[in-house]
């Protein structure tokens, strides 16, 4: 039989033992604090920050509330990060929410995030990540007018399949293509923070003055606004993705997110002080790309610089939106609940090639159908529920398994203050501006039910299936990988 047995290995940080002839993948832990940090960090400052500025704003209606919604959104990533991280203490496995939805609530559960996380919402995240890389990195050949679609969605498909060429072939190319990318991006935020004190030492202060005058009250815009913010810190989660790998996961995930999420909000909100200094609302409204704007006003014949700094930082973005997307396949064709072939590894690369090629797919059709607004709008409903479900778990946790052993813990206080707002946001657009959209992610979720009992529950495959794994095996040069007895 060409399907496998669940194993416990993860190439992706793997080393090969070649002595006595044999081949083994086995997990290394080699993340420590300052790696741990650069992954938050590095994750999380992508393209939201230079992207979703103007509709934060466009939502709340001044600068001065749109302040508040970026300070909030960083008080909520904190907040949540520190839940993830007592999670992290207990259920010592890589895989975020979808080992913590398993270990805690069952089966059923887990499997309908791992299909909706799988086939919808990662490859969304990527697929938004890509569209804003896009918009930058060809905004220079258009002065003066908007980005034709076909050229945004043409070029962000190339990008998308860059990346994939780049994470099948070498895992350690594609965690180097983050680290440089990230030098761009903190080099571009730098530019942009001092840019901005010095207009506000020399008193353009204009776009501050009567700065909650017009700001909007309906609950749906107020959960929109977070939506668009929030997107900029997603990734806050992402150290607890390769909790099997860090050092000291019991001191390294805590103190990672205490440095790393602080730091992102601090030059989050300077960024946008910065945007308003230089423009006025309804500029920054305007502008279809708000850091080029700025560098056109700010920096005059180098606002080529911003351009460039910010299609380098996006990309660095996408290459790690990519990796842990792929991630999630792997884990959970690992524990069963996807198709063996996904959890596959490849024989001289070492990396999980059809999760990453299965992720690549689904994220160029999403790419195809929508556009970055719709597209964060739908991933940040979507994450929010799971993230929700996730929290809920901890508080069931400390309410009835207190006994668990556990290096670090949260006050109550936290997570329940994280469920309460992941229940506004998954239910405040829906209450106040109820879209069919939404409808359809609700039965794609359930929809999920026709696929667990048949395949997972009752573990029925077809003699088509595995003939169909047995030819990926050979096309992808692929095997399972082993399990290590060390």
Not at 40 to 46: L, P, Q, R, W
Not at 272 to 301: C, H, I, Q, R
Not at 471 to 477: A, G, V, Y
Request: proline share 5%; aromatic share 12%; net charge positive.
């Amino acid at each position: 039989s060409t399907m496998r047995e669940r194993k416990m290995t993860d190439p992706l940080h793997s080393s090969t033992d070649l002595s006595e002839g044999k081949e083994k993948l086995r997990l290394k832990q080699e993340v420590g604090l300052i790696s741990g940090v650069s992954l938050i960090a590095g994750t999380m400052i992508g393209s939201g920050i230079f992207m979703s500025p103007e509709w934060v704003l466009h939502h709340m209606g001044n600068p001065a509330s749109s302040l508040l919604i970026w300070a909030a959104c960083g008080l909520l990533a904190m907040f949540g990060a520190l839940s993830y991280a007592e999670l992290g203490t207990i259920i010592k496995e890589s895989g975020g929410e979808y080992i913590y939805i398993l270990r805690i609530f069952g089966s059923f559960p887990a499997f309908l995030f791992a299909y909706t996380s799988v086939i919808l919402v990662r490859p969304a995240g990527l697929a938004a990540v890509c569209l804003s890389f896009v918009e930058y990195a060809i905004a220079p050949f258009y002065p003066g007018c908007s980005s034709p679609q076909v050229a945004i969605k043409c070029t962000a498909a190339a990008c998308i399949l860059i990346l994939t060429i780049i994470n099948c072939l070498n895992v350690r190319l594609a965690t180097s293509v983050m680290n440089i990318f990230t030098a761009a991006k903190l080099l571009a935020l730098l530019v942009i923070v001092v840019g901005g004190l010095v207009l506000l030492a020399k008193g353009q202060t204009q776009s501050f003055q009567n700065g909650f005058q017009g700001t909007t009250a309906g609950i749906g815009a107020v959960g929109v606004a977070f939506y668009q913010g929030l997107w900029s810190y997603d990734g806050w989660n992402n150290l607890n993705y390769v909790t099997e790998e860090l050092k000291k996961p019991e001191v390294t995930l805590p103190r990672a997110l205490m440095i790393a999420i602080p730091l992102v909000t601090c030059l989050y909100l300077l960024v946008n002080v910065s945007y308003l200094a230089a423009m006025s609302p309804s500029e920054l409204l305007s502008s279809g790309a708000v850091a080029v704007t700025w560098g056109d006003k700010v920096l005059g014949s180098w606002a080529w610089l911003i351009s460039l700094s910010v299609a380098l930082s996006t990309f660095g973005s996408s290459n790690g939106t990519f990796f842990s997307g792929g991630r999630v396949c792997y884990i959970a064709a690992r524990e069963g609940h996807m198709p063996d072939i996904l959890s596959m590894a490849h024989m001289r690369c070492l990396t999980p090639s059809p999760a990453l090629l299965f992720t690549s797919a689904m994220s160029l059709i999403m790419i195809i159908s929508g556009s970055f607004t719709s597209i964060v709008n739908f991933f940040s409903f979507m994450a929010w529920l799971f993230y929700g479900m996730t929290i809920s778990g901890l508080l069931y946790l400390k309410i009835k398994k207190p006994e668990l052993p556990r290096s670090y813990k949260v006050p109550i206080i936290i997570p329940i203050i994280v469920l309460m707002t992941s229940v506004y946001l998954v239910l405040a657009p829906i209450i106040d501006q109820p879209q069919l959209e939404i409808l359809y992610i609700v039965l794609f979720i359930f929809s999920g039910v026709i696929f667990y009992f048949p395949l997972v529950h009752f573990k029925y495959h077809s003699r088509f299936l595995e003939r169909v794994t047995l030819h990926l095996q050979l096309l992808l040069e692929v095997a399972p990988t082993t399990k290590d007895a060390n």
